[in-house]
């Protein structure tokens, strides 16, 4: 389970490795699919001097799992999440769902700029499968699989129309989405910010039990460049 520590480069350098912008130590998504970038040992001086590299000088990106930065660069954001890992989920599909592709990121842009359930791309949807369900056509709910590293693959975008709120729809394409991802000989996983109580309370009552808090940083690279930013 140390790969869950690190679990944003552990895609990186294994499942997601096709996506990989990367440099020696440091590697990060392409800025259309998911905006994190990532390094093999966030103690490792080279491996920052590699981000650097990576995005240019004077350039925002965010990282997973950073307890401090090297001198010269500048924290500018961050937060704070949980990550929960399945120890007991009922993980079953759910005739209802439909696989959601290229075609669809329109509604699910709309879907997501309405519910917030986190960082949503153009391109995230390549990332893994991702499912919905649909009301008289429309995209009511939604969840699918954002990162993927040996052994594990995180549920993400877990989302609800606030007028279908109520009815279980989430809970169906978690374990929907968990059914899958067992089928694999994967075990799932989740993100949350530590702020949405309702949505880690959902979780632990479904199966997810709490492995732990995690922390978000937006930094900014040294230099006086201002390249585009990678957040």
Excluded at 41 to 49: F, G, I, R, S, Y
Excluded at 124 to 132: D, F, H, K, R, S
Excluded at 181 to 200: F, K, M, P, V
Aim: aromatic residues 6%.
């Amino acid at each position: 389970m140390r790969l869950l520590d690190n679990a944003v480069w552990a895609a990186l350098a294994g499942p997601h490795a096709r996506f990989a912008e990367r440099v020696g130590r440091a590697a990060r998504y392409p800025a259309d699919v998911y905006a994190f970038a990532a390094l093999a040992d966030p103690a490792d001086p080279v491996a920052w001097a590699d981000l650097r590299t990576l995005v240019g000088a004077g350039t925002t990106v965010r990282i997973k799992g950073v307890d401090s930065v090297p001198g010269g660069w500048v924290v500018v954001g961050g937060g704070e999440g949980v990550q929960l890992v399945d120890t007991g989920l009922r993980a079953e599909h759910a005739p209802e769902t439909v696989r959601l592709g290229p075609d669809d990121v329109p509604e699910i842009l709309d879907l997501v700029a309405r519910t917030r359930p986190g960082p949503f791309l153009k391109r995230t949807v390549e990332l893994g499968t991702y499912l919905g369900i649909r009301d008289k056509g429309r995209l009511i709910a939604m969840a699918g699989e954002r990162l993927t590293l040996p052994g594990w693959t995180e549920i993400s975008a877990v989302c609800t129309d606030p007028a279908y709120r109520g009815r279980g729809l989430a809970t169906r394409l978690v374990r929907a989405v968990a059914a899958g991802i067992r089928e694999r000989g994967d075990t799932a996983l989740l993100h949350a910010s530590a702020t949405n109580t309702q949505a880690i309370r959902l979780y632990e009552s479904i199966g997810f039990t709490l492995r732990r808090r995690t922390r978000t940083v937006q930094v900014r690279t040294p230099g006086t460049d201002h390249g585009a930013e990678a957040s």
